[in-house]
């Protein structure tokens, strides 16, 4: 508490004066005294002017906006530990300058990413980056050229990461609410010999060697050329610049057009190639190259300029029809989704080493050579049509892809399936002659059954929950069911609206440009632009579970039909779920035409007419279809008086199921034969096609080492010989795009099944040709007329024929008809020559990388020893496989799957499993367990139909006895 104050503490009272206390100095020391009063007015003056100068100054002070205390930064995010980056940092636009040198091998870029920061507590900054070094990492708020360093940058192999730290600079930025920022720095990489990411390719021209280096980045390869976000979701604008030695006749391209050129600044000879900007897209779209290669454009061109680049020679004769297709195409289907392709110009390009089929870059489409060059003189019809759909394919994913991309790899085949589906549009547009609907079948539905009817198949939809699965979605499913599933939609859409479907894609296409969509996100389109609401629920059905069903139909006497549905497993055994239902748009085709029931419940029942019946008219739905047996012998009577009641489609279909249905163990194996019985009639290149294949299956099983083998090769013998006799060897004027392909198909199986006046015509041929002079026969032929090198019974005849293919092969430009050699030279089925030829396969200086896995699978096809030596050659060179295709895991899909499928006993299963137990294929898990499974298939199949199938044969022999 304070205390009240006396009088005496009052200093001034009515003007009278205080006097100071002596604080014990005597009160007489008048000096002190005048001391101490100097002194205490000096102290008074001091704050005096400090006060003054105080108010001076405080007038002229203006305070900093806000006055508020300083915000704190928040504190750091904890290590980003997923193998997919944050979403708080995004990229907005890259800036690259290439350079690239072709002597040494190696690439340098410039790097500047713009990118923008949603998450305050961001220290670091987390990037894609694989086998690349970086340095010179610096940030800037965008636009500023104030540049500060990183703190610390560093690697993470595991998830390919590179992490950039910046710590107080960019916690004090974004405390400010700054948001977007620059990152610049240097890469520098290797330009290395493995197709992946930036590569170098080569070949010859006039006896030189040339060498490209050429880009190749799906799914997850961009990061191996230049540090970036690399998931599609991460779209954003490229600005590209190409640095390279023009002074050594390089050009470059990228997937714009072409700005400018300048000599480079710093590096004498080199030019710097300035690329447009491009819309945004995502990293894995990114393309450049550098090369000496010409190129040749339509005869006229669109309002989309195209043309086709590669090795002068080859494409200046072979690149004129991929130009021409390319440009009826791209236009075509401007026109259908009312979209206009969105970049300025289009570029293919035939590459010499390219493991993938082809690629999509916007604006610039890789292609392995044989699958863009097409040479008037010496290709086949079949490799013409094969150009067409690859083009198709590849043009079709400038919009579903490029222009509207999936969200994550585990929509894939909104990607794919659409482009497998839309290339037949493509090709019906461009040539409707063709007819190629009808090969839908044999090209991409029985394919999709066959993966699909394994318990170890998988969803259209299916959640990635590492790096290493995103490979594995492209495969059958991903490609071939989800064309199939797209097309019954199509047609059920179209059965209640015409043109429905292509009105809903369009608004979809336009709503989602330029940005990425999920599955869900097409559905819902679909239905607020066309207003039906079933899409979702019918397409879930079909995109959500794995397998398919098999529909039995069952006829009353009083004509009433019954429809069931259960799921198709080929292996019986499996634990999968069988209570699945699907919702199936049914078709039945009787004598009074055909009814559209749709059904999702386990069955139903349906009113019919007298006479024949068949279901799933055309093959248009995705489930297979089991005939009780009054059924299945109406249909066979009307196969027998007039098979073209049925379009060449119904009876692809019916074929394919018969043999489907027996693998699977659900029909006995005369069930499936009997099918084929009336194909001597047939002259569809569709029907053989699928007669054909499912016969082919049969080899494994009853192979040149059966009794029943000879039985089994003059009934296909005989069952060509009216075609043949119909086709001849040689062309003929104006005949159907279908009759060309058919006359290599029955020609190549006659001459496998040892026909002998298919034998001895074609090797006459074949001295014709080794003797310099022409043949009459169709260059669809060659093929056939090669093959019949390989049946001499005369060994040292044999070894200079294989000589002389060998020979013709490496002297051989044209990459169609190389493939053709290739093809015949593995055909040969001696130990010698096998094992010479796979020798051959891992050698680089004959075979390209790009083709070793198509010899070891022809040779394992060829014959029982040839399946046994490659499968060994396989596991013997497996660390060459893995460090060829390690990364490029559908080549290694191929090879396993395709090797394996051939085996039906306990011991080929057994060394299948101990092999890859010991050894293991990272990316390939899940086709080590489709492999497994389809040799329990095949060893099941072998005990329940060896002596059925004996006796089917023996039957027919007793019927047909041999005649010379």
Known sequence: MMQEADEEDIELVSGGRRELPSFGINSDSSVLKKGLIGFAAVVIFINFVVFIAGIRLAKDYVPSTPVNPPIQPLDPLPPWTSFRLPKTTIPLA???????????????????????????????????????????????KLGDSER??????????????????????????????????????????????????????????????????????????????????????????????????????????????????????????????????????????VCYVVSRFEFVEPQVQGKIPVRVFGPPKEVQK????????????????????????????????????????????????????????????????????????????????????????????DNVWLNEGFASFVEYLGVELTFPEWNIWSQFIPLDRSVAMELDALASSHPLDVPIEKASEITQQFDAISYSKGASVIRMLQDLMDSKVPNSFRDGIRFYLKKRAYGNARTEDLWNLLVESTQQTEVPSFMKGWTEQVGFPYVSLSKSWSNQLQATQKKFMANTNSSSP???????????????????????????????????????????????????????????????????VFSDQTRASLLNDAFALNLAQKVPASYALSMTSFMSKERS????????????????????????????????????????????????????????????????????VGTKEVVEKGYQKFEALKNGSTTDASKDLNGVIYNSASLSNDEAQRKLDYDWLVNRYLNENQATEKNVLLSS????????????????????????????????????????????????????????????????????????????????????????????????????????????????????????????IKDWFDQWASKHPKTN
């Open 94 to 140: 890259y800036s690259l300058n290439i350079h690239a040198d072709l002597n040494q091998f190696v690439f340098h870029i410039a790097q500047r990413i713009d990118i923008e920061i949603s998450e305050k507590r961001t220290r670091t900054i987390y990037l894609h980056s694989s086998g690349l070094n970086v340095t010179d990492v610096f940030i800037s």
């Open 685 to 752: 290149y569709v029907s053989w096609s699928t007669a054909l294949s499912s016969l082919s299956n049969l080899k494994p099983f009853i192979d040149e080492r059966t009794e029943v083998y000879p039985i089994y090769q003059r009934y296909l013998s005989e069952l060509l010989n009216s075609t043949l006799n119909d086709l001849g060897w040689q062309d003929v004027e104006g005949e159907l795009h279908s009759t060309s392909l058919l006359r290599p198909l029955a020609y190549a199986a006659s001459l496998s």
């Open 578 to 644: 069988s209570l699945q239902r699907w919702p199936i748009p049914l078709s039945i085709q009787d004598s009074n035409g055909i009814q559209f029931p749709f059904f999702a419940e386990e069955s139903v029942t349906l009113d019919v007419s007298e006479g024949f019946l068949v279901g799933n008219v055309n093959g248009s739905g995705f489930y297979r279809v089991l005939y009780d047996s009054t059924l299945l012998s109406s249909i066979l009577n009307q196969l027998e008086s007039n098979h073209l």
């Open 825 to 948: 030279i593995t055909k040969f089925s001696d130990r010698a020559r096998i094992e010479e030829t796979l020798a051959y396969s891992i050698n680089i200086s004959v075979v390209k990388p790009k083709d070793t896995s198509n010899v070891l699978v022809w040779i394992a096809r060829n014959s029982p020893l040839g399946r046994d030596l490659s499968w060994n050659f396989f596991k013997n060179n497996i660390g060459l496989f893995k460090q060829r295709y390690g990364e490029a895991a559908f080549i290694l899909d191929r090879l396993i799957r395709t090797l394996t499928s051939l085996f039906s006993t306990e011991a080929q299963r057994a060394d299948v499993e101990s092999f890859f137990a010991t050894n293991p294929i990272g990316q390939g898990s899940r086709t080590i367990a489709q492999s497994l499974e389809q040799i329990s298939v095949n060893i099941k199949w072998r005990k329940m139909n060896e002596a059925p």
């Open 318 to 409: 072979g690149g004129k029809f991929a130009a021409e297709a390319a440009k009826k195409i791209v236009e075509g289907f401007g026109e259908y989704f009312g979209i206009d392709y969105a970049l300025p110009k289009l570029d293919l390009i035939a590459l010499p080493d390219f493991t993938s089929g082809a690629m999509e870059n916007w604006g610039l489409i890789t292609f392995r050579i044989e699958a863009l060059l097409w040479d008037p003189e010496v290709s086949s019809t079949m490799s013409k049509q094969n150009i067409a759909m690859i083009v198709s394919h590849e043009i079709a994913h400038q919009w579903f892809g490029n222009l509207v991309t999936m969200d994550w790899w």
């Open 148 to 285: 500060f360093p990183s703190s610390k940058v560093e690697f993470n192999t595991t998830n390919e990461y590179v992490t950039f730290e910046f710590g107080n600079t960019l916690s004090n930025w974004l405390s400010q609410n700054q948001t977007r920022f620059t990152l610049t720095f240097n890469t520098h990489g290797i330009i290395g010999d493995v197709a992946r990411g930036f590569y170098r390719s080569s070949y010859l021209q006039d006896g030189k060697l040339n060498y490209l280096a050429v880009t190749d980045f799906e799914p997850t390869d961009a990061r191996s050329a230049f540090v970036c976000f690399d998931e599609p979701s991460f779209k954003a604008t490229f600005e590209i610049t190409v640095s390279c030695n023009v002074s050594d006749g390089f050009n470059a391209l990228s997937n714009m057009n072409l700005l400018s050129s300048s000599p480079s600044k710093d590096f004498v000879g080199f030019s710097d190639f300035h690329f447009e900007k491009t819309p945004k897209m995502s990293t894995y779209l």
